[in-house]
């Protein structure tokens, strides 16, 4: 069965130091999603793509975090410098493009970052 | 903008118990709503999703939500819970039209034997 891959699963850092979490969608999956899960929240979106291009990042740090997806495939997001309040689960998901109802997001397994 | 409100942020229930989970959620537009299950250090699954149509929607894993768009609800619910339903529920909507998900934050299902 197909599924969304993250890495690394785990990733301790220290403040000011820089991270970057990688994700690999579902095969054909044009629509790629970013959220972050603050303990005891649900997820909120980061970052939106539609194949290479941001199609919603209103939510994004962007004086520290950055994400791209170059090629329309797999995509990273990085935080530089890390901040103790970025401590947190961060979701890749995938979908199919089209409308929302239609298209189920299929997330993976998160990469849980600890900021100390 | 949306928003969905869960709560209560834990549900105790002993095994075999039926259960309801709550969620209210608030928007100016018509939405879609969904319900996802998070095991420990996993990622969300979807268990169910309303588009459309009947208001009575069944997922996977024996539960059931309905829709009622007067009191703007979309509770959850499973007849006989198991324990290995213990787990995080997250109730989420999506304007229609667009892909965005509004998380609410989450529901902790405890079920003991």
């Known amino acids: 069965e197909a599924e969304v891959a993250q890495s690394p699963r785990y990733k301790i850092t220290e403040k000011s130091q820089a991270v970057a979490f990688w994700c690999d969608p579902i095969s054909g999956h044009a629509t790629l999603y970013w959220y972050r899960q603050i303990l005891g929240q649900g997820p909120e979106l980061l970052v939106q793509?539609?194949?290479?291009?941001?199609?919603?990042d209103s939510q994004l740090p962007k004086d520290r975090f950055s994400a791209e997806r170059l090629k329309g495939v797999d995509s990273t997001l990085k935080i530089q410098p890390a901040e103790l309040g970025d401590s947190a689960m961060y979701l890749c998901a995938s979908s199919l493009s089209g409308t929302s109802g239609n298209n189920e997001q299929f997330f993976g397994p998160g990469t849980r970052l600890t900021v100390l | 903008a949306q928003s969905v409100t869960q709560l209560d942020s834990q549900v105790p229930v002993f095994e075999e118990a039926p259960v309801e989970l709550r969620c209210n959620y608030s928007s100016s537009v018509s939405v879609y709503l969904f319900w996802y299950v998070q095991y420990p250090n996993q990622g969300l699954q979807l268990l169910l999703k309303y588009l459309s149509g009947s208001t009575l929607v069944k997922g996977i894993n024996g539960f059931e939500a309905e829709f009622n768009k007067s009191q703007t609800s979309f509770h959850l619910r499973k007849p006989s819970v198991h324990i290995s339903d213990t787990a995080e529920y997250f109730c989420a909507v999506s304007p229609t039209g667009f892909q965005k998900l509004v998380f609410g934050t989450g529901t902790r299902l405890l079920v003991s034997p």
């Open positions: 793509f539609q194949d290479e291009s941001v199609v919603d």
